[in-house]
């Protein structure tokens, strides 16, 4: 039977209900609110057209059938009614559908009571259940892990169906990679049949191939140390492992950083010639769309005067070096830039979530850069108070801004991650001390996002009063050097993460390394500017 035809007579055997649960179940997969899909074909065709459902691939729609139960339907439309051994649905959205399935029409009205304190009275007038559950999680109230308030809604209106969300709780594990899960929910397990698959766009079949130009080595940057600030807190390493990550750092090449950044996302090694030119037409792995009537919003938040945090903080020199450099570099790609200075903890989230809250239907993708002192995944406002790295980014994912959904949300984040000693007077941190890396809940798990980070986990990123920070720097030089030869970013990253690693103060001991980390589904080519590129200070 034409698959398509075997979609359409699936579509027409299931209710408006039926529809309304399968649009749920697919929402962390296809990263958006299905809440407006009124027709199966609607999703059916979503699901397509980023390749997890078709005549080859028949699973997810037999897999959504067992989670509602049309067994009987399943056969009919002759496909095999065993339980796939890979599941694409995550078990958090299996459990709160299988928490609707069992509140009542009465259950439903008094959760509905209890929510009126936390939720606005017409967004839950003739909501379903499955509907306020979208709204809970609209307003952060729950997540896959935050479950606090609706154990305390169930425990209230149904006792018994807090068991389930017990054993969900239970089946949790946490994660040992950093490898991110097409079901954009990494840190819930699975259940019964539910092995989430890699995601698509870190497929072995499916992965870029960071083709990397041999650019001259840079020479080793020997820092004036009474000119380099530091991202460290006043802790001291041993002697054996400040060794050992210099020699690390030192010894490390294109070739390296591009297996290091493969190990990092889970993508197998591709063997490269010098004389490769960047492939960006890949059939395989396509590229984001760049052609829209603008290429979007950049927001830089530059905070750099914290006389008025506490804890008290050093003031950030040499960080309006990097804002200067990135206004010019991304308007030359073609964004429009929207510099905020000295940014308190609310007013980053209150910019961030006024970014999410515009119409970027036109727009290309998203950029946003933080500059400024940092915790373990945090970022530091000038009033000394912290903000999640995720809090920053949950504003614009595809489910808070639907008109972003599907297009590169791309973070670039100039704070310290880790510790390292103090050093003399000129010495300063972006980041008090820190007895771990970024966490696991920091690397991006909505679809399509992109976080550079400055430095690797646990150690510190260098900024210079008079030339500004390695990272930027590095990054600013090399998208200006190898977007006219039409390279794509995570490739421009890995020659940051060359350069960078190259880069040393005068005592030989002081390293850093960037790290990308995504969940990038394509390739992000900028197209070439016709402008002539901005002149950028020299590399130091």
């Not at 509602?68 to 399943?74: A, E, G, W």
């Not at 396509?286 to 006389?307: E, P």
């Not at 308007?331 to 970027?360: A, P």
Request: glycine content about 4%; overall charge negative.
């Amino acid at each position: 039977m034409d698959f398509q035809k075997l979609l359409l007579d699936a579509g027409r055997a299931l209710s408006q209900d039926e529809i309304k649960a399968l649009a749920f179940l697919c929402t962390d997969l296809l990263g958006r609110s299905l809440s407006s899909v009124e027709e199966a074909s609607d999703l059916f065709s979503l699901l397509a057209d980023q390749d997890h459902l078709s005549a080859e691939r028949p699973q997810l729609l037999t897999e959504l059938l067992l989670i509602i139960q049309r067994t009987r339907l399943i056969r009919n439309l002759g496909l095999s009614d065993q339980a796939p051994t890979r599941s694409l649905i995550s078990p958090y959205r299996k459990l709160l559908y299988n928490l609707s399935e069992e509140i009542t029409d009465d259950d439903l009205r008094d959760m509905k009571f209890l929510l009126n304190k936390n939720l606005p009275r017409r967004k839950l007038e003739e909501k379903s259940t499955l509907s306020v559950f979208l709204e809970m999680e609209h307003m952060d109230l729950i997540s896959d892990t935050n479950l606090t308030l609706l154990e305390e809604i169930i425990g209230s209106v149904c006792p018994m169906l807090n068991e389930k969300i017990t054993k969900f709780k239970a089946q949790q594990v946490t994660p040992t990679s950093s490898t991110v899960q097409e079901t954009a929910r990494p840190r819930s397990s699975s259940c019964t049949f539910e092995p989430n698959p890699a995601p698509r766009s870190l497929d072995p079949k499916r992965s870029a191939s960071f083709e990397i130009p041999e650019f001259p080595p840079l020479a080793e940057s020997i820092m004036n140390t009474s000119n380099t600030s530091m991202d460290v807190p006043n802790v001291c390493l041993g002697v054996d492992e400040r060794d050992r990550l210099s020699q690390q750092l030192r010894s490390l090449n294109t070739d390296r950083n591009i297996n290091v950044l493969q190990s990092n996302l889970g993508i197998d090694a591709v063997q490269m010639s010098p004389a490769q030119t960047p492939n960006t037409n890949n059939e395989v792995l396509g590229s984001y769309r760049m052609n829209r009537a603008k290429r979007g919003f950049c927001l830089i938040i530059n905070n750099h005067d914290f006389a008025k945090s506490r804890p008290s903080l050093k003031d950030r020199k040499g960080t309006e070096i990097d804002e200067d450099c990135l206004k010019k570099v991304f308007e030359w790609l073609g964004f429009e830039v929207e510099i905020q200075s000295d940014c308190t903890r609310q007013k980053m989230l209150s910019l961030m979530q006024d970014l999410g809250s515009r119409d970027h239907s036109q727009m290309d993708c998203l950029v946003c850069c933080f500059l400024s002192h940092g915790l373990q995944g945090q970022v530091f406002g000038v009033d000394g108070k912290t903000v999640e790295i995720e809090e920053l980014k949950r504003p614009v994912n595809g489910m808070k801004c639907t008109t972003l959904a599907e297009k590169p949300k791309l973070f670039f984040i100039q704070a310290c991650q880790g510790n390292n000693d103090q050093r003399p007077v000129y010495i300063e941190s972006d980041g008090p001390v820190c007895s771990d890396a970024v966490r696991f809940a920091s690397i991006p798990f909505d679809a399509d996002f992109l976080l550079g980070m400055a430095t690797v986990p646990s150690y510190v990123s260098f900024r210079e009063r008079t030339c500004g920070t390695w990272f930027i720097q590095s990054l600013c030089r090399n998208l200006v050097q190898m977007v006219p030869s039409h390279y794509d970013l995570l490739s421009i990253l890995t020659k940051v993460n060359d350069d960078v690693s190259q880069k040393t103060d005068s005592s030989g001991q002081k390293k850093q390394m960037p790290q990308p980390s995504t969940t990038l589904r394509k390739r992000v080519v900028f197209p070439v500017p016709e402008a002539p590129p901005p002149s950028l200070p020299p590399d130091a």
